[in-house]
């Protein structure tokens, strides 16, 4: 089978049916590759697949299809000191350039793991044809491909580096190379490499919809380019690559996955009694819907639960499935799952059982907030079974669709109405929202789009004057949430993977989200959290709320003494900028109580500063409590889950990341924590060896401990197994240490170079726990 044929069988794909109510209106798919650069490379002519092939079948399949426009722009090759957000978004780019450019890239070589402190810290991408040949050891009497190797010893490549500061990582790019020593190839060419031959998740639909009707895979190739309006052989697959891809889908017996996942569910409930699950089923027997949830993410939700995003955009096409997964974000700026369930459709009776059922799940704990899709069967849904709860469409929903919208009748002025899009909907006042709406409306003649006039009729559900007060928990603004949902089932579901796997795969995304959220707490737990203003009441709030929760105040206390108080009567404050000469914000202070216009405290949990201005007008020198929320403090984190000895060695390594990075900057700093660290060493050693806690197990109704992370069985040929040793951490943290060497000699000086190998070869043999 080759490699573009079933690599994403068991995937996801965003939906794309538009929720204008037109049956003929789609949604372009951001992070389609394959589409983009086909439209791209085709003329901005609209196409449809209503063109008859001869075949009634066909032509009953057949649906109109959507105007595929994108903005066109130059993919410009990396560059040295060039920054990204994750490593994934910098090898994505290196990819589009590639593949302008007639090549394709690869990973050469990674360094880090996940019990380095810094995680994967180090990655190298090169040329496909980077590389010598090296023929594989195989037995005589097996068969061969005489097939002849492509590599070329091409030294084309990328090398990315991740770099922390503040408690920020970014990838960077420290080497790059864009020398061949081979030929390019053309758009026809490069198109069929394997790390570009890929059926796209709306060509699998397509694809499996027209193999229902009856269609061979001939007329099914044929109809794909024609509504592309591509020439035969210009699709990124092969007749082959769709072939076993519509063999694979059709060992799937939807009805037998759907029990063997309900008996999936009743046997980890059987096992482990803090699992939950509801389902329903339909009139014969088969599994209708079915949402489940783990132990950590109950107790997670029981006091992060206020504000929640519930996901609907992907669904298990292979199983013509919608997925939704509910999130929210902790004390320390980290997002977590909730729960996660899988429904028969999209329609508002599926949508109400899955909210009544995850409440109940949840204890029957509502949230105060839900952000969801602009989806009209969901407004129905939350509208009757959570009555009590502010519902609001989440701005990254609505924005991904603009360019699907209007970027067809708008090409040359279409950056310029997402720029006023964006600042119309950001103001305050409703009657300013409203004669501005109206001037954008007009100036772009968009007065009789339909999807202008959706999103004016569900204005109370995302704009600024209709959400304000309402608590959103910086859920907006705080979290990269359509970066975080599009990562969350990455990697974890393959050709192999199956209805009734669903449930553990879920449990290792979940899994190895909340790895990484332990990390960024130690990590934030150890940051310097030193005040800036001198004020009392910063001290106050530095002692009682997370690191995250803190710069969310610190960031409304200094401006705040920027801002002047006049008293317009009793207990009754105007505050507005000392620059300003009108307008500002009304607080009201009665005793402790406050209540400022802005409603900020009412949305974020965090007081604004126009309260905090007035609070030290007054001569309050701490915070009151009620105004400190019990889920921006330290006291309610999530982490650590246990102290034993995974924590410890995690916790630890941790520590040292931050120290080498802070006392690496000049040579005092080194030689103060050089002493510090000899002696704590010298200390450390004399301690006795045993453990007095006699356990290092967390608690035993965590998701960790129910079941051991097993990750899809990876392809090709099985690579031995490597054991995670003391010694092995302790190589991988040497390497590190010598690209943190090579980067601080310039900066530190030859002396303090030298030491820091000293004190490299001083720890370098030692276990940390």
């Keep these: 089978m080759t490699r573009a044929s079933s690599r994403n069988i068991g995937s996801l794909t965003q939906r794309r049916k538009c929720p204008c109510g037109d049956e003929n209106c789609y949604l372009r798919v951001d992070g389609n590759e394959e589409e983009n650069n086909q439209s791209n490379n085709n003329s901005n002519t609209p196409t449809t697949s209503s063109v008859p092939l001869g075949s009634d079948q066909l032509q009953a399949a057949q649906v109109t299809t959507s105007f595929d426009f994108t903005v066109s722009t130059e993919i410009r090759p990396p560059y040295v000191g060039q920054a990204f957000q994750t ?38 991408l090169v040329c496909h044809r980077a590389g010598a040949y ?77 193999s229902k009707a009856g269609c061979t895979v001939n007329l099914i190739m044929r109809s794909l380019e024609m509504e592309k309006g591509l020439r035969p052989g210009q699709l990124t697959f092969t007749e082959r690559d769709l072939r076993n891809f519509l063999q694979v889908s059709k ?21 482990y009694s803090d699992f939950k699950f509801e389902f329903s089923v339909n009139s014969d ?34 199983y013509d499935r919608p997925v939704g997964v509910w999130f929210g974000m902790d004390n320390y700026g980290n ?133 304000r007060g309402c608590f959103f928990g910086c859920l907006i603004g705080g979290v ?39 990390e960024s707490t130690m990590r934030q737990n150890y940051q310097n959290m030193s005040t800036r203003t001198c004020m009392p009441m910063e001290e106050h709030a530095a002692s009682i709320l997370t690191p995250y929760a803190f710069n969310l105040f610190r960031q409304e206390l200094i401006p705040s003494t920027q801002f002047a108080v006049y008293e317009t009567h009793k207990e009754a404050y105007l505050v507005r900028h000392r620059l300003q000469p009108a307008g500002g914000q009304v607080v009201m202070c009665v005793g402790s109580d406050l209540q400022c216009s802005c409603k900020e405290f009412e949305s974020s949990g965090i007081l604004c500063r126009h309260a905090l201005r007035v609070l030290s007008l007054k001569n309050c020198f701490t915070l009151p409590d009620k105004y400190l929320l019990m889920r921006w403090r330290r006291e309610s984190s999530l982490f ?28 005092e700093r080194f030689n103060y924590a050089q002493w510090h660290m000899s002696k704590l060493l010298s200390h450390v050693r004399e301690m006795p060896t045993l453990d007095d806690t006699g356990s290092d197990a967390g608690p035993i109704s965590s998701v960790e401990e129910m079941v051991d992370i097993t990750l899809p069985k990876p392809r090709g040929r099985p690579k031995k197994d490597k054991l995670v040793s003391t010694s092995t951490i302790a190589t991988e943290e040497s390497e590190a240490l010598e690209e943190n060497m090579a980067s601080t000699h310039d900066l530190a000086g030859p002396e303090t170079h030298q030491a820091l190998w000293d004190t490299h070869d001083l720890f370098g043999t030692q276990d940390l726990a």
Aim: aromatic share 10%.
């Design 134 to 210: 090296r023929p594989r050891k195989m037995v005589e009497q097996k068969r061969q491909r005489n097939k002849k190797s492509n590599r070329c010893k091409c030294e084309a490549g990328m090398i990315i580096k991740k770099n922390v500061s503040k408690g920020i990582s970014r990838w960077i790019v420290v080497q790059f190379s864009n020398e061949h020593n081979h030929e390019m190839l053309d758009s026809d060419e490069v198109r069929q490499l394997p790390a570009y031959r890929n059926i796209s998740s709306i060509d699998r639909e397509r694809a499996l919809v027209l």
């Design 87 to 124: 490593a994934e978004e910098a090898q994505e780019h290196y990819t589009r350039f590639a593949k302008v450019n007639g090549f394709a890239i690869r990973t050469e070589r990674s360094k880090g793991n996940s019990n380095h402190p810094l995680g994967v810290y180090k990655r190298e």
């Design 335 to 467: 997002a977590i799952c909730f729960g996660c369930s899988l429904l028969q459709d999209e329609k508002p009776s599926s949508y109400q059982w899955a909210l009544q059922s995850f409440v109940c799940l949840m204890d029957g704990k509502y949230p105060q907030t839900l952000l969801t899709d602009l989806d009209m069967s969901l407004k129905e849904a939350v509208m009757n079974k959570l009555p009590s709860t502010k519902h609001a469409f989440a701005p990254w929903y609505i924005t991904s669709k603009i360019q699907s919208w209007f970027s067809p009748s708008l090409s040359p002025l279409f950056e310029k109405l997402v720029s006023e899009f964006n600042r119309v909907r950001n103001l305050s006042c409703l009657e300013e929202f409203s004669d501005q709406w109206s001037k954008m409306v007009s100036e772009f003649r968009l007065a009789s789009d339909r999807h202008v006039n959706l999103l004016a009729y569900n204005r109370e559900n995302w704009t600024l004057p209709f959400l």
């Design 251 to 271: 060992s799937i017996n939807i009805e037998n996955e759907g029990t063997e996942l309900l008996n999936a569910c009743k046997e980890m409930k059987e096992r």
């Design 285 to 318: 027997g088969t599994l209708e819907n079915i949402c489940w949830t783990y132990p950590d993410c109950v107790r997670a939700y029981a006091i992060f639960g206020d504000a929640v995003v519930f996901d609907t955009t992907y669904r298990l096409y292979a």
């Design 640 to 667: 650590p889950k246990s102290t034993g000895y995974k924590y410890r060695s995690r916790a630890l390594r941790s520590l040292v990341s931050i120290i080498l990075q802070e006392a690496s900057v000049n040579k």
């Design 480 to 518: 990269d949430f359509p970066a975080l949902i599009k990562g969350f089932f990455k990697g974890l579901l393959s050709s192999q993977t199956r209805l009734r796997d669903f449930v553990e795969q879920v449990r290792v995304a979940i899994e190895l989200q909340n790895q990484a959220g332990e």
